[in-house]
């Protein structure tokens, strides 16, 4: 199995912690977990700043000093846009489970500069990509053109069955502003129904990295470079987290130019 598609943990812990070191690259930090009734899950940011999203269920948050109630109303993350808080570097977090609830934690390298902030659905930017076969639905939780965060770029993404997304291929692997800016990226895909599959692609312009891989409901998929397209199979949706940071907090890509053509087609 490729070392880029990782499996959820089914043994108890978190579903996935996905850490610099363990990925082999500099900037970002993702975990999922899946928090019973009442269960607490509590942490130190230290040099790292956070986007709590919640994916399914309702969560008390209690972050940097502020208490920000109840948030959530999710089943599931198909049900519409998400709530987060962003927490920063050096502050202490709590969430708890008002009900079952599955959590994500977006990680990036931060000051502590910025505030504390509840995210809520009326805040996050809706639009629709691409036509035909490459539509999908995004939601901006923490784009680049928002101002409350110092690293983290933070997006769900729904992509309809039989689908693409991501795609044309593009990257973001050079920090060669304004034309490119280098983002590591993590994909958290779920599926609906959870049975179904989807195919991603990670590939470079010479090859030395090219790795295709069928990922199921939960798996997460490591981005450290090159193009990284994504297929829905016909007859399940998909929805994926994507968190991208680098040395510098601008989302600019570059398509594959075998295919950028059917940006004018």
Request: proline fraction near 9%.
């Amino acid at each position: 199995m490729s070392k880029l598609l990782l499996k959820p943990n089914r043994a108890g812990g978190p579903v996935h912690r996905v850490t610099p070191a363990s990925a082999g690259w500099t900037y970002v930090g993702f975990e999922v977990h899946d928090l019973s009734p009442g269960e607490t899950l509590r942490a130190e940011t230290g040099d790292q700043e956070v986007c709590l999203v919640v994916i399914a269920g309702k969560v008390r948050v209690v972050a940097a000093g502020t208490d920000f109630g109840v948030i959530g109303e999710r089943n599931g993350p198909f049900d519409g846009a998400p709530w987060s808080v962003y927490v920063p570097a050096k502050a202490h977090y709590a969430v708890t489970a008002e009900g079952p609830a599955e959590l994500a934690i977006c990680a990036a390298p931060g000051t502590g500069r910025l505030p504390a902030k509840l995210i809520g659905p009326d805040e996050v930017g809706l639009e629709t990509r691409g036509k035909g076969s490459n539509t999908r639905h995004v939601r901006n939780i923490l784009p680049d053109s928002s101002p409350h965060a110092e690293s983290l770029l933070v997006v769900e993404v729904i992509t309809p069955s039989g689908n693409w997304s991501s795609y044309p291929p593009h990257k973001h692997d050079r920090d060669a502003l304004p034309d490119e800016s280098l983002l590591e990226e993590t994909y958290y895909h779920r599926l609906s129904p959870p049975q179904g599959y989807g195919m991603q692609r990670v590939y470079t312009d010479d090859r030395s990295l090219d790795e295709t891989m069928s990922f199921g409901d939960r798996d997460v998929v490591l981005v450290p470079r090159g193009y990284h397209p994504v297929g829905a199979a016909h007859g399940y949706d998909l929805y994926y987290l994507n968190v991208m940071a680098g040395p510098k907090r601008i989302w600019k890509f570059h398509n594959d130019p075998d295919h950028a053509w059917l940006m004018r087609a």
